[in-house]
Nanobody
Framework: VQLVESGGGLVQPGGSLRLSCAASGFTFSSYDMSWHRQAPGKERELVAV????????KYANSVKGRFTISRDNAKNTVYLQMNSLKPEDTAVYYC????????????WGQGTQVTVSS
């Protein structure tokens, strides 16, 4: 199983980035996919989730209206479009896959750094 994030980097406040997470080794379409982030000295927090059943999305209040999560089941990839970035969005962003069933097997990517600074 692999989750490989890409697209992070340094961006100025107000700028945009698009993160990608390429998945392999499991049935991608059956998994809820989400993005989480962890800033220095803070706990990891959920940013956005895209469910496998129903295709619903949910966002943290801090990113609503600025970030958009999407997925392409044909490419086994989940994306996070981040617009109007703020310095407080600076964090390591992690991709997460949570499986169906009773035990909800979970996988994590290695993370990609996003730094918002002038």
């Amino acid at each position: 199983v692999q989750l490989v994030e890409s697209g992070g980097g340094l961006v100025q406040p107000g700028g945009s980035l698009r993160l990608s997470c390429a998945a392999s080794g499991f049935t991608f379409s059956s998994y809820d996919m989400s993005w989480h982030r962890q800033a220095p000295g803070k706990e990891r927090e959920l940013v956005a989730v895209f469910t496998s059943v129903g295709g619903s999305t949910k966002y943290a209040n801090s990113v609503k209206g600025r970030f958009t999560i999407s997925r392409d089941n044909a490419k086994n990839t989940v994306y996070l479009q981040m617009n109007s970035l703020k310095p407080e969005d600076t964090a390591v962003y992690y991709c997460n896959a949570k499986g169906p069933g009773l035990f909800r097997v979970t996988y994590w990517g290695q993370g990609t750094q996003v730094t918002v600074s002038s």
